[in-house]
């Protein structure tokens, strides 16, 4: 079923939406998995927290950043979800989900953040390169690199490890180094 | 810091997380980490935030997540320099004059990847160490244009003039930063958005030709010649703030807001006429110089009968032409050209050539070819006649090959520096493996190159601009196979456009024996 917004709503209303989520789908991206750490359900819960913010938007106060707006409309999405979820399938406690909820702030580095991943994918030796392809890249696998390198499994993951321990080292570093810093 | 972890188990506790495998306790004790610290839940979401970057980072560029490894190219030195040289004297110079945006770019000291080819220059001072010339790759770095005129082909197919004085930051593939003076930007083939930065905004690209002018005080004005382009102002967190749409005889000055502009259409950029399609520079002396060598068949492209070309060689077969091919420049000078557009199309002859694949001997393939895109893309094969169109495939089966590849890995996965030129033999002929040579150098070119690769049936070997450059050891006895050149196309249907060739292609020679290092020389010495 296609959102209907309030009566009052016209196109000017739909592009700036639209802008605003442009600016803040990252962001919003980004706090979502932090609540609900489980990568196949973020699309979907992007999709209904798209859907529900383009439903309230007559509501927003302009006065006001989106934002923030936005961050606290996906919490309530996340408590909906966690109520169709059972017990085994949740990754965080209420208690843990809500102290995130409280200080999670938005992003405010997004575009240095990803020039920097870059920067720090450039880095990596053709090891790396090809463990990292096998995990994020379509159609490969961890388990799959493993045996064409006959390898164990778990020392590949623990390679992983030590891969994305260093990208985050270095993407912080990039960061802190060009912007001051990353805080937002 | 919050990119630095807690402690290590922390870190492999979350990459445990992200990749699905975590043990029984592991929440908990993920939980007992988050419950104990603030520092511990900035780390937590940084480090998540830098894995859903990483997902859609892959997600977006499936083809080439990685920029290429270091190769030990002197250009990349020279731009890694040049990059540095302006951040060495010294920034401030220019940001007490110029409003300069918010920093929004990280300044990485390796140089990434081919961003642009530089195209006509006239009269161009700028701060880079050589000179500049047709077919320099440019990577990520600070150009100061001191005076003159200079076109870039962009990677992305765009095509920018710029005229001095003038400072900008090729970023990336998508983005770039003017800083001062004009740029006149055309899209050709792209349809990919491209963004340019200006003090205070940004203009992006809707299939258009526009100009922006960039004044010292860091006004900006921007006027669209054909097509759309969006202006838009940012704040001081170099977020866009407002935006217009710009149709075809619409400007507009970036300030803190957007104005109407107050320059008249004639004090803007156009672009220049770059010679796109330049000349051959195979000519009399050229053409001596081959014929010298006695090539076995030989195509000059300068008589046209039709649709076929004559070849010089006597008892050769004409090439035919299919699909819409043309034939460019003046006589004496003439090439073939093709793109995936209005020229798409190849030649080939109609049967095989005798004596070219004789067991015992060699075989040496030369030619010149103009690149003009970012694309992988087939020069020239040799398909093999003898053999049958397996049921499977809709094409002949192949001996030798000369490529331009696209970035590394991107279209066969081959590891080379970003457009390379390959020879390649398949000896007996097939579909896939084989022996392949790379340049070190890359050839996106826009200029014409002289390429031959010779097999001696030991060892394949590619010489670019008459100088040997790579050899791949490759024992292999030739069949004496009816081979059959095609010239321009991979696979000569109407229907596949896949790594069809956009340039120009002249003096097609193929000989019987292998050629030797001298020859090869005097041949391209022997150019215009």
């Keep these: 079923m296609n959102p209907t917004p309030d009566s009052s709503t016209d196109d000017n209303s739909a592009s700036e939406f639209v802008a605003h989520m442009l600016d803040a789908q990252r962001g919003l991206r980004n706090y979502l998995l932090s609540l609900h750490p489980v990568a196949s359900d973020i699309d979907d819960l992007m999709q209904q927290t798209a859907l529900t913010l383009w439903k309230e938007f007559h509501r927003y106060d302009r006065s006001r950043p989106f934002l923030p707006w936005a961050l606290r409309i996906g919490y309530f999405e996340v408590l909906r979800l966690r109520t169709m979820r059972s017990r085994d399938m949740l990754v965080f406690s209420e208690d843990i989900v809500e102290m995130l909820a409280e200080e999670s702030p938005p992003d405010a580095t997004l575009q240095p953040k990803r020039l920097a991943l870059t920067a720090c994918l450039g880095k990596l030796n053709p090891d790396e390169r090809e463990l990292l392809m096998a995990c994020y890249g379509e159609g490969g696998s961890v388990a799959s690199l493993a045996a064409r390198r006959n390898e164990k499994p778990h020392r590949l993951y623990h390679q992983l490890d030590r891969v994305r321990r260093a990208l985050v080292l270095c993407v912080g570093r990039l960061l802190r180094d060009t912007e001051g810093s990353f805080s937002p | 810091m919050k990119s630095d972890a807690p402690d290590g188990l922390f870190a492999t506790l979350l990459s445990r997380l992200v990749s699905g495998q975590l043990a029984d306790g592991d929440a908990d004790r993920i939980a007992d980490y988050l419950r104990g610290s603030k520092a511990a839940r900035d780390y937590y979401r940084f480090y998540l935030a830098v894995h859903a970057d990483l997902t859609e980072h892959f997600r977006e560029n499936a083809a080439a997540p990685f920029p290429p490894l270091p190769v030990p190219a002197r250009r990349v030195r020279m731009f890694a320099l040049a990059a540095l040289i302006p951040l ?206 006695s090539p076995l068949a030989w195509w000059r492209f300068e008589h046209e009968k039709g649709n076929q070309i004559t070849a010089e060689t006597v008892g050769t077969p004409p090439l035919v032409l299919s699909g819409s091919p043309h034939v460019l420049g003046t006589p004496g000078h003439r090439f073939i050209y093709t793109d995936t557009g209005d020229f798409a199309g190849f030649a080939a002859t109609e049967s095989g050539l005798d004596g070219l694949d004789q067991p015992g001997g060699g075989i040496s393939v030369e030619c010149l070819l103009h690149p003009e895109s970012e694309q992988h893309m087939t020069a020239l094969l040799l398909e093999d006649l003898t053999l049958p169109v397996p049921p499977d495939q809709d094409f002949l089966p192949q001996r030798i090959q000369i490529e331009r590849a696209g970035r590394s890995g991107e279209a066969i996965g081959h590891v080379h520096p970003p457009y390379a030129i390959r020879g390649m033999a398949r000896i007996p002929s097939s579909y896939s493996g084989g022996a392949s040579t790379y340049t070190a150098d890359s050839y996106l070119a826009r200029r014409w190159v002289h390429v031959v690769q010779t097999h001696d049936g030991k060892m394949l070997r590619l010489y670019i601009d008459g100088k040997w450059v790579n050899e791949t050891p490759d024992i292999q006895e030739f069949q004496g196979s009816l081979l059959r050149p095609v010239i321009a196309v991979l696979r000569p249907t109407q229907d596949q456009m896949r790594r069809q060739w956009i340039g120009g292609i002249d003096e097609v020679a193929l000989y019987d024996r292998v050629l030797s290092p001298q020859e090869i020389q005097t041949h391209f010495q022997a150019l215009d």
Excluded: C
């Design chain 2, 88 to 293: 060495a004297l010294g920034i401030g110079m220019w940001s007490a004059s110029i409003r300069l945006p918010v920093p929004q770019v990280v300044m990485v000291p390796e140089p990434g990847p081919m961003l642009a080819v530089t195209g006509f220059a006239d009269d161009v001072r700028w701060n880079l160490p050589e000179p500049p010339a047709p077919g320099m790759s440019l990577s990520r770095g600070v150009v100061e244009l001191k005076q003159g005129t200079l076109v870039l082909h962009l990677t992305g197919g765009q095509t920018l003039t710029l005229r001095g004085p003038a400072r900008f930051e090729l970023l990336n593939d998508k983005e770039m930063r003017l800083d001062l003076g004009d740029l006149s930007q055309r899209v050709v083939r792209s349809h990919k958005t491209y963004m340019i930065h200006v003090p205070g905004g940004v203009v992006a690209d809707l299939g258009t030709e526009f100009s922006v002018k960039v004044a010292a005080d860091g006004t900006t004005d921007v006027h669209v010649f054909e097509g759309k382009a969006v202006a838009s102002s940012t704040d001081s967190s170099n977020r866009t703030r407002y935006e217009r749409i710009l149709n075809a005889g619409e400007s507009v000055r970036i300030s803190e807001t957007l104005h109407d502009s107050p320059l008249a259409v004639g004090e803007f950029l156009r672009p220049h006429p770059d010679a796109v399609k330049a000349p051959s520079p195979a000519g009399k002396s050229y053409a001596e110089s081959v014929g010298n060598s």
